[in-house]
Nanobody
Framework: QVQLVESGGGLVQAGGSLRLSCAAS????????MGWYRQAPGKQRELVAT???????NYADSVKGRFTISRDNAKNTVYLQMNRLKPEDTAVYYC?????????????????WGQGTQVTVSS
């Protein structure tokens, strides 16, 4: 249906920056929300930031003021600019998107995840 491919993860020192990208492709009819979640070892997956189709955003308290989510609707891509990174930001970051996709002649809803990209922040 819809494929999400993340890029931009890596190793960075504390205080540094990284920019994650996630491109959606496939039989997309309409994308509603796009967002980023993360999962650290031994912890549950948690919300980082989301952005609605109209552009309204939502952030976890732990990243407010340091991370910025944005989207390019023409490219079906969502970005996460991460500044002033901390060791506790170390996790696998997953892209999520929901909306509607074409399945033959039918429009169906979707809610899909990317494969994840590792972000490691050294102290």
């Amino acid at each position: 249906q819809v494929q999400l491919v993340e890029s931009g993860g890596g190793l960075v020192q504390a205080g540094g920056s990284l920019r994650l990208s996630c491109a959606a492709s496939g039989s997309i009819f309409r994308i509603n929300a796009m967002g980023w979640y993360r999962q650290a070892p031994g912890k549950q997956r948690e919300l980082v930031a989301t952005i609605a189709g109209g552009g309204s955003t939502n952030y976890a308290d732990s990243v407010k003021g340091r991370f910025t989510i944005s989207r390019d609707n023409a490219k079906n891509t969502v970005y996460l600019q991460m500044n002033r990174l901390k060791p506790e930001d170390t996790a696998v970051y997953y892209c999520n998107s929901d909306g509607y996709a074409r399945q033959g002649a039918v429009i169906v809803s979707y809610d899909d995840w990317g494969q994840g990209t590792q972000v490691t922040v050294s102290s």
